[in-house]
C-alpha cells in the first residue's frame, strides 16, 4: 500500500463514452462513420472547410444533451480529497471533467467548446455553431475561424507542463483511452522511466498494455469509483 503523493491522470474517449459521447475506433466509433483525414486535418479543413463546420457543428449540439458520469465525479472527488496533487491530462475535447468539478486539468487535444481564429490566434468560449462566415470577435477577419481542436499531424498543447508533470508523478493512471495516437500513447513510458507506479483502467486492453505495471478492466464508470476509493483509503 503506497501513499501517493503526485498522481497523474490521462483520460480518453472511453471515460465520456457511458455519458453518451462516442469512441474513435470501437466498432460504431466516430472514425467507423467519419474519415478523419476529411474532418480532423488542417488539409481536410483547407479542401472543404464546410464539411468540418457541420462535423464539430454536430458534436457541439450531441455534447448539449450530455452529463459528467460516476467516473469523471470520482475523479473530480479525488483532486479534492487527495492530500497531494492530482492532475488530469485529457485528450478528450468534450468539458465533462470541467462539468464535474475538475481544476487541474490540461487539454492536451484542446476544446469543443472554444474557438480559435486563424488570423489572430485569439481563442474564445463557443457553444454555437461555426461557420465559414463566422467573424473573429477580437480581429473581426471571417473565414478564419475553426474548432480549437487540435488535428492529426498538429502539436498538442501544453506538452512541457505534461513532460514535468509526468517527470514528477509517482503515480501514473490512463483511463478509457486505446493507446493509437502520439504523443499520448507514450506517457505511460516517460511516467514509469520517472519511477511512477502505472496502472491502466480500460473495458480492455490497450495498445500499450505490456507498458503497465497494473491493469483493470472493465466499464469506467464502475471501475474508476471503486480505484479511486482504495487511492483515497491508502489500498491501492
Ligand atoms: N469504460 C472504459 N473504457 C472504455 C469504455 C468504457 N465504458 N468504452 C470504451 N472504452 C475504451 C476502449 O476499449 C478503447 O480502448 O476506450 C478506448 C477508446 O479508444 P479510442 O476510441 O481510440 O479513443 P482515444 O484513445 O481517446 O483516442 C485518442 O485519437 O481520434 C483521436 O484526437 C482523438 O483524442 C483522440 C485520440
Redesign the pocket.
Known amino acids: 500500500m503506497a501513499a501517493y503523493r503526485d498522481i497523474v491522470i490521462l483520460t480518453?474517449?472511453?471515460l465520456s463514452?457511458?455519458s453518451g459521447l462516442a469512441?474513435?475506433?470501437?466498432k460504431d466509433?466516430i472514425?467507423a462513420r467519419y474519415d478523419?483525414r476529411e474532418v480532423a486535418t488542417p488539409q481536410g479543413f483547407a479542401r472543404n472547410p464546410k464539411l468540418v463546420h457541420e462535423f464539430y457543428n454536430m458534436r457541439r449540439r450531441e455534447h448539449a444533451k450530455v452529463r459528467p458520469n460516476a467516473a469523471h465525479h470520482a475523479l473530480a472527488r479525488l483532486e479534492r480529497e487527495h492530500a497531494g496533487r492530482v492532475t488530469i491530462v485529457t485528450?478528450?475535447i468534450d468539458a465533462l471533467h470541467e462539468a464535474a468539478g475538475s481544476q487541474r486539468l490540461i487539454h492536451m487535444?484542446g476544446e469543443l467548446l472554444r474557438a480559435l481564429c486563424s488570423h489572430c490566434g485569439a481563442t474564445h468560449a463557443w457553444t454555437g455553431d461555426l461557420d465559414l462566415y463566422t467573424q473573429c470577435p477580437r480581429c473581426g477577419s471571417d473565414a478564419g475561424m475553426r474548432p480549437d481542436v487540435v488535428w492529426f499531424g498538429e502539436m498538442p498543447y501544453r506538452m512541457d507542463e505534461i513532460a514535468r508533470l509526468l517527470d514528477g508523478a509517482d503515480l501514473f493512471i490512463s483511463i478509457?483511452?486505446?493507446g493509437?495516437?502520439y504523443p499520448?500513447a507514450g506517457f505511460v513510458a516517460e511516467a514509469r522511466e520517472a519511477g511512477a507506479h502505472t496502472v491502466e483502467l480500460?473495458?480492455?486492453p490497450?495498445e500499450g498494455a505490456s507498458y503497465f505495471a497494473e491493469a483493470l478492466h472493465g466499464?469506467?464508470s464502475e471501475i474508476v469509483p471503486a480505484y479511486v476509493e482504495r487511492l483515497l483509503a491508502g489500498t491501492a
Open positions: 480518453g474517449a472511453g463514452a457511458e469512441t474513435f475506433r470501437d466509433g472514425w478523419y485528450q478528450n487535444h478509457g483511452t486505446s493509437n495516437v499520448a480500460n473495458l480492455e490497450s466499464r469506467a
